[in-house]
């Protein structure tokens, strides 16, 4: 498709207006050598710790599964009983996600993260005191709600406030931080192992906290949109922020003065155009192709068969003859560095390869990674089958599909923001979360229970699913490397573009580009 293929800028650029990479300053320094860009890029923690609170959520679960004191405390659960107590949180997201974007467009990108960064704490301290299986189950539910707020806000935080050639690392690198938090909370549970008593497990609960606490507190110094700033009319304080933090305190630095223009012509399009309201992502071609991007989203990236090695491990090691609590231990371990390094290293890549041949290379060498599982479980599963190395052959598919699986896991929602405007944005990612979490409480539902019942078969669901989900990218997803939040309507809106008409066009009159123009003439 024609639309697939990436912008790439040219000499004859210019003629149509002005474009971000052409105010960009060229900077002779590293990030952290210039102090508002280290600044920036250390208080953006506040909003890229979430998924690291999310991370040690699975990985817990997979490791409290592996602790004896852990099993014996809640009388071993199995089926629907294990199935609720990892799906607590999701419940208690999926409410969330009826508030998020009224949350996030009422009270900015700040105060809700540190509100679900407050839910969670009091969610961890109740989880690690629980007494029941009920208040286990309760306190699951309230440290949902509290990652609900925080995963729908602050991928908008940090697309919004991002250094305008750092948001598609910034945002791409959000993801990794889920095994960041992983790895952290395999190694506790770990660690754990051999402790004696209830503390084996309540130990790793409480910690799981530990990353809100800090993102509580980083968020008091943190700036505020300034896109949201400016849609509430407060346009001095978006100058200023941007001055501060993206043209290093110059006044008239020219890269501040395009982007205050650019959202301002962003949102005044927006709101002529009426597209304010969840129906306005039906009005328009752009706005529907939109919708399809972010309503699949979320089910790609769960429904990838993610979901049985996150958070179902151990038993997918048990049917793979690893039935050594503490080997199963080492290896979800193990697994979480492995995911790290290659979430990290495939996020820093995402504007050097691009957002589309990201996505298709993970979904087509996930699909292959399965195709030989299978084979080799099947197997396996023979009657009297001895052979050892085959189930080492499973733990080293495993580990594939984890290398393949980051490959398009940071994309995805640094993807889903950038593309929607600014009026959708909240309202995208709530969709895009919404997606996520519906996947995920079906599969916390369904996986133990089809995995104890049809073993190894049950991969042949996740098979299909990773072939349709590449045709679904191939056919719907476009590149978008290469452009500022509000260049994305050029791919997406053609003609009807802001980039067509008033601030992005050039205008002969008095030799000046219009963006030039109202440059030297906005509002601040």
Sequence with gaps: MADNEPHKPSSSDPPEGLMLRHVLPKLDKWWFQQGHLRSLNLLLLAGLLTQATTGYDGSMLNGLQALPSWADYFDKPTGIRLGAMVNGTMFGTLVAMFVSAWICDKLGRRWPIFGGSCTILVGTILQASSQNFGSFIASRWIIGFGLGVLQVCSTLFLSEVSYPAHRGKITAIYEPAWPLGALIAAWITFGSFKMHGNWAWRLPSLLQGVTSLIQACLVFFAPESPRWLISKGRHGEAFEMLTKYHGGGDRTSALVMFEIVEINVSLEVDRANKAVSWLAFFSTRGNRRRFYIVATAGFCLQWAGNSIVSYFLPLVLKNSGVTDSYTQLVINACTQVWSFLWAVFFGLTIDRVGRRKLLLSSYIAMFLTYLVWIILAAIISRPHFENKYMGRGIIVLI??????????????????????????????????????????????????????????????????????????????????????????????????????????????????????FQMEHAEV
């Design 399 to 516: 580990f594939a599909f984890f290398c393949f699986y980051r490959m398009a896991a940071p994309v995805m929602p640094a993807y889903c923001v950038e593309i929607l405007t600014y009026e959708l944005r909240a309202k995208g990612m709530t969709i895009f979360q919404l997606g996520s979490t519906l996947a995920s409480i079906l599969n916390g539902f369904t996986n133990p229970i089809a995995l104890e019942n049809l073993g190894w078969k049950y991969y042949i669901v996740f098979l299909c699913l990773l072939a349709f989900w590449t045709l679904v990218i191939w056919v719907g997803y476009p590149e978008t490397k290469g452009l500022s939040l509000e260049e994305m309507t050029t791919i997406f809106d053609g003609e009807h573009s802001t980039l067509k008409n008033g601030v992005f066009a050039s205008l002969e009159s008095n030799g000046k580009s219009g963006v030039l």
